[in-house]
């Protein structure tokens, strides 16, 4: 009994001396401890904190990616930061080089425009001939028999049997027995026979041999490439019906489709420099001789027409083509300033910079409200808002606007500037911040 209660005893004191050697182990060192993560959260406060700039919620001591997005991190200056402009931004250098943050002084304006616009080749209307039949009659043979066989004035293009033109010529052969007797008669017999196209070689021929032909040649009044073929072996066709419809393309129109946003810049007599992929390393050139005076509801295009020689017979129909119009500026803007389009950040009704402030150093910022102009490609007219001479970002200016909008500075989407965003929110619980240790 004794000896169970020695061993009772002797536990109880082992345990009191174990517990009392594992309290010093974990609180003997509390105020080293403290002192350390004070002096850690000390030196984190003077680091940078990186976050999103969709998602500013997400905070991070190091560079990586955010969790909701996966977009890269960007720096973003501690607000405790000594500065004597309240709305301006500040970022470190090594967060402009992050940020791809890039500047530019802003200098005269651009005074020209570029307009690319996209069309194609066509016939010019004014060329195209129809190719009728003089004669009544029956289709007996056709020397022309595809779409886009060239023809040469002259050239015989088919052979019409015409019962008609046979009773024409039994009555000129009637004609020449009275024909010094009643030569109005001779004469007239002859010109019916010269309205229906036959040379006066082929007639005095008649009048020679006093054998009537059945069939007579079409011959081809113009020169040019047949568009379309109307007529088959064997068909009956009436006097004046189309045969074949023939075009000239030593001339062709380049049609452009010009959009509401460049009827301004887009006058008759500009020159129009234009490519074709099909006929790779060569330019042509030519200039706008009609613009169409309404839109076309569907496409919501108008056209230009450019008239261009073809001699060389490369610009085919329906064939696609790049133009380019460089057009000098005409324009009442005050300013007579011009920035690139990565300047401006836009958000449908404003439009803001970001200048640089001159006495502040590099990385300082503040967002300047702008008025917009004419947009002149990769380029904007500004009316108001900046001055020759500024420095603005034009590149980055996103990022510099994220690192605004976290320090509640004035920025793209808040003027006045205010509390931090924190994100998105869809209608759920408020977001708070979500530190990412390193």
């Not at 990616?65 to 500065?83: A, F, K, T």
């Not at 709305?87 to 940020?99: D, F, N, P």
């Not at 200039?287 to 060389?312: C, F, G, H, M, W």
């Not at 009316?383 to 590149?395: D, F, Q, R, T, Y």
Request: aromatic fraction near 6%; proline fraction near 3%.
């Amino acid at each position: 009994m004794k000896t169970l209660k020695s061993k009772q005893i002797l536990m109880i004191i082992s345990t009191l001396v174990a517990g009392i050697f594992l309290g010093w182990v974990f609180f003997g060192n509390n105020s080293n401890t403290k002192s350390k993560v004070h002096n850690h959260n000390e030196s984190q406060d003077k680091a940078e904190t990186y976050t999103c700039s969709m998602h500013p919620q997400i905070r991070s001591n190091e560079p990586g990616q955010c969790p909701l997005c996966g977009m890269d991190l960007i720096p973003v200056q501690s607000s405790s930061s000594s500065m004597d402009n309240s709305m301006a931004v500040e970022m470190s250098e090594t967060a402009m080089k992050l940020a791809d943050v890039r500047t530019m002084e802003v200098g005269k304006s651009v005074n020209e425009k570029v307009i690319d616009l996209t069309g194609k080749v066509q016939v010019d209307e004014r060329l195209v001939k129809t190719q009728a039949s003089h004669i009544a009659g029956r289709v007996e043979k056709l020397y022309v028999n595809f779409i886009g066989e060239q023809v040469q004035q002259g050239q015989k293009l088919a052979e019409i049997y015409s019962p008609d033109l046979v009773t024409a010529q039994e009555e000129l052969f009637e004609a020449i027995k009275f024909k010094t007797d009643n030569p109005s008669l001779y004469q007239a017999a002859r010109n019916k026979l010269l309205t229906w196209k036959l040379s006066v070689q082929e007639i005095n021929e008649l009048e020679k041999t006093l054998k009537a032909k059945e069939v007579f040649p079409i011959i081809a009044d113009v020169s040019g490439y047949v568009l379309e073929q109307q007529v088959q072996r064997g068909d009956y066709i009436r006097k004046g019906q189309s045969l074949f419809q023939v075009a000239d393309l030593s001339s062709v129109w380049l049609m452009l489709d010009v959009y509401e946003q460049d009827f301004s810049w887009v006058k008759l007599g500009s020159e129009v420099q234009f490519t074709s992929s099909s006929i790779p390393g060569k330019s042509f050139k030519g200039s706008i001789t009609y613009i169409d005076p309404v839109i076309d509801p569907k496409t919501r295009v108008a056209q230009a027409r450019v008239e261009v020689q073809n001699l060389s017979g490369e610009l085919k129909p329906e064939q696609f083509v790049n133009g380019r119009i460089t057009s000098k500026l005409k324009s009442n803007n005050a300013s007579g300033i011009s920035v690139p389009r990565s300047a401006v950040l836009w958000t449908g009704k404003r439009s803001v910079v970001y200048v640089q402030i001159a006495d502040a150093g590099e990385g300082h910022f503040q967002m300047r409200e702008v008025t917009l102009g004419a947009s002149l490609g990769e380029h904007y007219l500004i009316k108001e808002g900046l001055e020759k001479g500024e420095v603005i970002a034009v590149s980055g200016a996103f990022n510099i606007d994220a690192a605004a909008q976290l320090e509640g500075k004035p920025s793209m989407m808040n003027r006045s500037g205010g509390p931090a965003m924190t994100g998105h929110n869809h209608g759920g619980e408020k977001t708070s911040s979500l530190i990412l240790k390193s």
